[in-house]
């Protein structure tokens, strides 16, 4: 018997084909009614996939280390790629080609696209403890730097709507905010045992994962909105663009609550390692999870899975 869309909307999908731990997963905005997201794997060569059926697309070749993270521009033509080669690299998403290499002193950690009237800039944290920026229209000159943390950067990020604002998450267990145009430290949160810092554009929220909690901060003073505790440790969470759901990954498990009761709604078992990343699909639809096994895992929500048993008529 064939199908029926919701069930098949209810699938889980696996995504195989990485050697090696997969550590982030990184969705493109919905261009022409399709999306696509790449994972980054500690095997440097990080996959394109079809964001709705996890098809392989193609794998960007040229990094010689790790890839740590990596993010589309806005109609997802071209990419940037973070690596344990000392490097930030410049792609066309469309055919694959490297079209220019930033080289860093120390591993980079992360990257990130800010595009906008005319405006593109490439934001990168490296393990030197210094946040770069760079200026895709001129790529050769020379990059701006922030400092401030004590430690090695997890993660930088720009605020939304804003090239002159950015986030970032260090090994120091602390995450900050940067005014880009006085050079300065605006706020500082601090977070003993920080795993993950993600941001949430579509919702503006701060989503900071540390070993017993997920913490939603606000962005424009880092104060805390809400808190969730958890028993177990959280590697890292983040939240649906539609701000109804949140999804965590807890060693092997990979979990989903509603945003606002905190009640846990799905539990997944399906990892043969830790999960490392997860990351929601533009459409909400979906969460994808990476893993030390080398996997994706793409599941659908617990919404989503609700109207497939009502659509069986085995739904409450």
Known sequence: MAKTGEEELAKVKVCSGHSRPVVHIAYSPVVEGSYWFVSSCLDGKPHLRNGQTGDWVGTFEGHKGAIWMSCFNNDATRLTTASGDYSAKLWNALDGSDLYTWTHPHCVKS??????????RILTGCMDKKIRLYDVNAPASDPFLLEGHGAALKTALFEKGSPDAVFSASSDNTVKRWDLRSQTCTSTYEAPDLNNLEYSKATNLLVVATKNAVTLLNPIDLSMVRQYPFLEEVECAAIAPNGQLFALGSKLKVKEYDKNSGNELQVHRGHHGPVFTVRYAPDSMAYASGSEDGMVRIWPNAHVIKQA????????
């Open 309 to 316: 048993k009502d659509a069986a008529g085995t739904g409450a």
């Open 111 to 120: 990257a990130d696209w800010y595009e906008a009237g005319g405006v593109s």
